[in-house]
């Protein structure tokens, strides 16, 4: 069965360091979210890719955090300079087009667990 | 404001005996709702969804849950719990208003332990 892919695991980094986290999505889907998840809480939006293109960034902090899927398929997402409030749990995520049927679900990677120290 | 509320932080149930996690929503439009699992140190697996049809939706793992509109209530449940059902739980969901659709909102997750 396909999985998103991502890389590191996990990530230990002092502040005002920069850190870059890499996903690589099921294969054919065009859609790719990254999400941030605080420990106790929910996965929050970071920012949504259609193919390469962003679709909805509005939550993620543009002073610090950049996202990138130049051609399309895998994406990275760097965070410079890191700040102690960062520490968390980055997901990234895919999801196929709607079929005809209706909505698709989207699929989770493991996940990149920052610590900044 | 779009949102997703797990009233409970934990459940507490023996194995064998049934489970529910509770889930309520305030979405514009028809609501997409889905619930997910997720494992320590791991990604959010998807179980189920409820996108139209159907009040009571069928998932993986023997989940289903029930979409109950007048009550906007999305509440997952299984006939018999089993040890390994114990996880991290999140109810999701959005609106699908006039061809537009939000963005997903999730529930801060209830924490399901199964005790032998």
């Known amino acids: 069965e396909a999985e998103v892919a991502q890389s590191p695991r996990y990530k230990i980094t002092e502040k005002s360091q920069a850190v870059a986290f890499w996903c690589d999505p099921i294969?054919?889907?065009?859609?790719l979210y990254w999400y941030r998840q605080i420990l106790g809480q929910g996965p929050e939006l970071l920012v949504q890719?259609?193919?390469?293109?962003?679709?909805?960034d509005s939550q993620l902090p543009k002073d610090r955090f950049s996202a990138e899927r130049l051609k399309g398929v895998d994406s990275t997402l760097k965070i410079q300079p890191a700040e102690l409030g960062d520490s968390a749990m980055y997901l990234c995520?895919?999801?196929?087009?709607?079929?005809?049927?209706?909505?698709?679900?989207?699929?989770f990677g493991p996940g990149t667990r920052l610590l900044v120290l | 404001a779009q949102s997703v509320a797990q009233p409970e932080d934990q459940v507490n149930v023996a194995e064998g005996n049934p489970l529910t996690v509770k889930c309520t929503y305030s979405?514009?439009?028809?609501?997409?709702l889905f619930w997910y699992v997720q494992y320590p140190n791991r990604g959010l697996q998807f179980l189920l969804k409820?996108?139209?049809?159907?009040?009571l939706v069928k998932g993986s793992y023997g989940f289903e849950a029930e979409f109950n509109k007048s009550q906007t209530s999305f509440h997952l449940k299984k006939p018999s719990a089993l040890v390994s059902d114990s996880a991290l739980y999140f109810c999701?969901?959005?609106?699908?208003?006039?061809?537009?659709?939000?963005?997903?909102?999730f529930g801060k997750g209830t924490k399901l332990s199964v005790k032998p």
């Open positions: 995520a895919s999801r196929p087009t709607p079929s005809g049927t209706g909505e698709r679900p989207q699929y």
């Open positions: 294969s054919g889907h065009a859609t």
């Open positions: 890719f259609q193919d390469e293109s962003v679709v909805d």
């Open positions: 979405v514009s439009g028809n609501p997409y």
């Open positions: 409820y996108i139209t049809g159907d009040n």
């Open positions: 999701a969901g959005r609106g699908n208003y006039g061809g537009s659709q939000g963005n997903l909102i």
